[in-house]
């Protein structure tokens, strides 16, 4: 198992911007590849974003496409989500989550992760 511990979370204005940083401990973060999830109170947690174990596939739900970035740094074990032009309706606390299987495929279900970081909370006023 591998330990994931997200920051980065916050209050911002619509229209700006976060980061979102999500550290992996151990030696099993390479070869793996990652995803984003949110939920919103009230709401089932959905899929937002994911990449794969090399960095050179990405997956986006459309209601971040072209204002969401994920990207992956193996030295420092870790993948970041950086948010733009944010709307209230992103706001939700933030998982990552690191997906089952060596070197798999892009997934957007949350069945194929089996480690889960603890969240961070990203507030958007209007």
């Known amino acids: 198992q591998v330990q994931l511990v997200e920051s980065g979370g916050g209050l911002v204005q619509a229209g700006g911007s976060l980061r979102l940083s999500c550290a992996a401990s151990?030696?099993?973060?390479?070869?793996?590849?990652m995803g984003w999830f949110r939920q919103a109170p009230g709401k089932e947690r959905e899929f937002v974003a994911a990449?794969?174990?090399?960095?050179?596939?990405?997956s986006y739900d459309d209601s971040v496409k072209g204002r969401f970035t994920i990207s992956r740094d193996d030295a420092k074990n870790t993948v970041s989500l950086q948010m733009n032009n944010l709307k209230p309706e992103d706001t939700a606390v933030y998982y990552c989550?690191?997906?089952?299987?060596?070197?798999?495929?892009?997934?957007?279900?949350?069945?194929?992760?089996?480690?889960w970081g603890q969240g961070t909370q990203v507030t958007v006023s209007s």
């Open positions: 989550a690191r997906r089952m299987g060596w070197r798999g495929v892009v997934s957007t279900s949350q069945r194929e992760y089996d480690s």
């Open positions: 151990g030696r099993t973060f390479r070869s793996y590849g």
């Open positions: 990449i794969n174990w090399s960095g050179g596939t990405t």
